[in-house]
């Protein structure tokens, strides 16, 4: 089982990141769920949601306390959020950040090596695109280009999907863009794709 927590704040999307992610999971063959976490729902407030995939009937819908990837879609949640508590050895952050994977880490209080951190402009992509601070598309998109559990035709449909016409194109523009970042990103580290082989990991 994949577990996948969502990061970010009122207004950025993060419980329809984390329902896109399940639909795509599920495109991908799996079994998957969104659960979302409503707590203050003023916009700006810190919001988190959660995602599950198996290739079995999934049977709790408790929170993700020790996830296998964690989005973070607002880079100031950092500190305060504690993103990657709980995360599983060798897990997956991904940052929508204009930082490097360092400065992420050092901005979390973060020293464990065996945690891959991927960072990419994702707000930056997406209001070229948009117009709007939703970054989901483009942070599914990286983590598509990450790992082999979800696909980026897989995301660009159920943005299309969920928003048909020009609202749906401009988030999968943002798709294309933010996996061709993270891909070229992981080329020039030397790294293979897949989580396994982000070079940004710290060790």
Do not use: W
Request: aromatic residues 4%; hydrophobic residues 45%.
């Amino acid at each position: 089982m994949r577990q996948v927590r969502i990061h970010g704040r009122g207004g950025q999307g993060v419980v329809t990141a984390a329902e896109m992610l399940a639909r795509a999971g599920f495109l991908a063959g799996h079994e998957a769920q969104a659960i979302p976490s409503f707590g203050s729902e003023r916009t700006g407030a810190p919001v988190v949601a959660y995602c599950r995939f198996a290739d079995a009937p999934l049977r709790t819908r408790e929170p993700v306390l020790h996830p296998d990837v964690v989005l973070v879609q607002d880079p100031t949640l950092l500190g305060p959020a504690q993103p990657f508590s709980g995360l599983a050895t060798h897990g997956l952050v991904i940052v929508n950040t204009n930082a490097d994977a360092p400065t992420v880490r050092a901005e979390a209080g973060v020293d464990d090596a065996n945690a891959t951190v991927i960072t990419i402009p994702a707000m930056s992509i997406t209001m070229t695109h948009l117009g709007k601070p939703k970054p989901a598309a483009a942070m599914l998109a990286a983590y598509a280009a990450a790992t082999d559990d979800i696909t980026l035709d897989a995301v660009k449909q159920v943005f299309r999907d969920r928003f048909p016409g020009r609202v749906g194109e401009a988030n999968a523009l943002a798709a294309d863009e933010a996996f061709a970042y993270v891909r070229a990103e992981l080329a020039g580290s030397g790294g293979g794709g897949g989580l396994a082989a982000a070079a940004t990991r710290g060790d």
